[in-house]
């Protein structure tokens, strides 16, 4: 299947298009940054999970960062290697397995640690457990996405820590970033050591989470790997870890809609389209945030009656399904194409079949030009949904 350009004008589905060029342009990058500060990078799955892409991340990285036996089983049987796994809470009935399929294994508190070790234990006497911390600071604006606002159920305070640790407790693990500069990790490292360096002379590895978004154009990568040889001479003993996520699939890729009808209210022009942002573009509502749409300027909400200005509105019966204004380069029609830039992370792994809406083809845009389908989707994967 050929590429259609830059504007994909031709393609009769909607698709999210990974752009294998960009893809390893961000691996190069991480794979870098991983050496120069002489730290393992690996890639979060909460973030882009795209399994057939795994044979080019695996020449650049060795692990992934898994947060349910789901994740943690394809870390172990597609990525080819153990996962580094984290959940708020691990049960009983599924601790065995986890811990099978992982390297380590990080509990949400002390209580979670006490009552599952010993199974993960049981299951794999190789894997590594670790606690999450609390350092009660994250410059997350938005608290939806803020681990450590007052009241949030991750992580241990440092007051609630005893001075010895408990017996098998070989590492932290801490995240209070989401696509965060190199300056917030440094203010943020140093409540970090303020409240637990303590405890580092006990600890194996430190895990310092996602959100650290490297592979945006500003980002100060000098400054991280200064950051990361300053701790490395000041704890030499502690293997570091980063599990971003974002970073990985940040601009590689797009999602291509299409234009079914055109309705106006009030003035207010929607496009209404093949694609819809509660079923595949959710972190746009949560945030929100508006992506970028290639050939078009987003405007004020009250610029939405300007010429050639629409509300892009999803094809589910949800009322709040749109997002608006942008203002295109010329009036649109029913058929034209509408692509959303930026949407390989995050996306694809928080897509719904709500209202039956189906997913997007998934598809790479390969070195060579051609347009590889990855995955396309049919009835029976939403009905199978519900089985």
Request: glycine share 8%.
């Amino acid at each position: 299947m050929k590429t259609y350009a830059n504007t994909f004008d031709g393609m009769d589905v909607p698709a999210y298009i990974l752009e294998e060029d960009a893809l390893r342009r961000n691996l190069a990058l991480i794979a870098d940054v991983a050496r120069h500060a002489d730290v393992e990078i690996i890639l979060a799955f909460k973030a882009y999970a795209l399994w057939k892409t795994f044979p080019i991340f695996k020449e650049y990285i060795r692990a992934t960062t898994a947060s349910s036996l789901s994740e943690a089983r394809l870390a172990y049987e597609e990525f080819g290697e153990p996962a580094h796994t984290f959940s708020p809470a691990y049960t009983s009935r599924e601790i065995g397995e986890i811990a099978r399929c992982s390297s380590h294994i990080t509990f949400n508190s002390l209580s979670q640690f006490a009552n599952n070790a010993e199974r993960a234990k049981q299951a794999n006497a190789n894997v590594s457990c670790g606690l999450r911390i609390n350092p009660e600071y994250s410059e997350v604006g938005t608290l939806l996405y803020n681990p450590c606002a007052p009241g949030t159920r991750f992580g241990v305070t440092a007051d609630k820590l005893p001075e010895c640790l408990p017996a098998g407790i070989d590492g932290f693990h801490c995240h209070c970033h989401c696509e965060s500069g190199a300056d917030v990790f440094q203010r943020t490292l140093e409540h970090i050591e303020c409240k637990f360096a303590q405890w580092f002379g006990q600890l194996k590895w430190i895990n310092f989470g996602g959100g650290h978004l490297m592979t945006r154009s500003d980002y100060d990568i000098d400054l991280l790997v200064g950051i990361l040889k300053g701790f490395h001479a000041r704890y030499p003993h502690l293997k570091v870890i980063l599990e971003p996520g974002s970073a990985f699939a940040w601009r590689t890729g797009c999602l291509v809609a299409h234009v079914v009808d055109i309705v106006e209210d009030h003035g207010i022009k929607t496009a209404i389209l093949d694609v819809s942002f509660t079923c595949h573009m959710p972190d746009c509502l949560e945030m929100p945030y508006h992506p970028e749409v290639r050939g078009a300027q987003l405007r004020p909400l009250e610029a939405a009656s300007e010429p050639c200005t629409y509300r892009l509105g999803g094809n589910s019966c949800l009322a709040g399904d749109f997002m608006g204004s942008w203002k295109f380069g010329r009036e649109l029609s029913i058929g034209d194409t509408v692509v959303f830039e930026d949407m390989l992370h995050y996306t694809t792994v928080k897509t719904t079949m709500f209202n039956g809406i189906s997913h997007p083809a998934i598809c790479m845009l390969r070195s060579d030009g051609n347009l590889e389908i990855l995955r396309s989707y049919s009835y029976d994967d939403y009905k199978n949904r519900m089985d």
